[in-house]
């Protein structure tokens, strides 16, 4: 989340020559063309050719391309604080996956928890309840943040037999090919959106950080955690990334210190750690009895 973060400051500088959709298609290109050269490195060229590319690019299209579409039009049918209040309600996403896919249980510490973590986001982002239009573009931010969530499932479960690194870049792949066909026929109809900003060497640099540090290698911890953790837990870390960038913007562009996220940081901090120790707890009762089970087969035989 962090390195997500991080490159906020950088994506600002840039919009302000780059078009949103030409800025995310080469960022896309550039961290997808990284991942899947270390791809072939790590496991061969095999491995990635027999890869399952069809379903891989139907999961990743329709829930990181088809996820980012909804968000931007989300935006434009609202406002710019409901998507932010959108992305504060991820840890709901996750828990209600995990209930209907999982058979999770929701006790009492973690619904704390998660409860924490949504204020905590929502302080942390800066936004009023009351500012945000709740109509059709609320809906179509929802929308997003669902497709966003069982994306990420579905990267860690479908997939399970590839490695971290093939997981990442084969759904990844699938945003891409989302964000390629709008890129075309935003460009071939001269919309502002698909316009190509500098590319001198200072935003060259800038480029490459947005695409490698933020996107390429951001992605591939996240969907690693979310596969070590569960799509629940590791989405509420997700609401502390206004704090990460609020910070980032503090240190690189002195921008002014904001008391109210980084108390809002705080209670997402203290969601967090309520839900993974409660979470460790369950996980060790279950390897308790599964080990008990091994023992008393032991003892029988």
Request: aromatic share 12%.
């Amino acid at each position: 989340m962090f390195l997500w973060a991080v490159g906020f400051p950088a994506a600002e500088v840039l919009l302000q020559s780059w078009g949103v959709i030409s800025l995310v298609t080469v960022r896309q290109v550039l961290a997808i063309g990284v991942l899947l050269t270390i791809w072939i490195y790590c496991d061969g060229w095999r491995q990635v050719y027999h890869a399952p590319w069809w379903k891989a690019i139907m999961v990743g299209g329709l829930g990181f391309g088809g996820g980012g579409l909804l968000l931007m039009f989300g935006q434009k049918y609202s406002d710019a604080v409901t998507p932010a209040i959108a992305a504060a309600m991820m840890p709901i996403a996750g828990a209600i996956l995990e209930v209907m896919l999982d058979g999770r249980k929701l006790r009492l510490p973690l619904v704390v928890g998660i409860a924490l973590a949504i204020a905590g986001g929502i302080l942390a982002t800066g936004v009023k309840l009351g500012d945000g239009e709740f109509g059709f573009g609320a809906l179509l931010c929802l929308g997003a943040i669902v497709l966003f969530a069982w994306a990420t499932r579905a990267t860690t479960h479908d997939f399970s037999h590839l490695s971290t690194i093939g997981r990442t870049t084969i759904t990844l792949t699938g945003g891409l090919v989302v964000m390629l066909i709008i890129f075309l026929g935003c460009y071939f109809l001269q919309y502002d959106v698909a316009a190509i900003g500098n590319h001198d060497l200072y935003n060259l640099f800038l480029i490459l950080f947005f695409s490698l540090v933020s996107l390429a290698f951001a992605h591939l911890l996240w969907i690693w955690a979310a596969g070590n953790l569960g799509i629940l837990v590791a989405s509420l870390h997700m609401n502390a990334v206004p704090f990460y960038v609020m910070v980032t913007m503090v240190i690189v562009l002195a921008g002014s210190w904001n008391t109210m996220q980084a108390i809002g940081a705080t209670l997402v901090a203290a969601g967090v750690v309520l839900s993974q120790l409660f979470a460790r707890r369950q996980l060790s009762v279950f390897s308790g009895i599964k080990n008990n089970r091994k023992t008393s087969r032991n003892t029988r035989t």
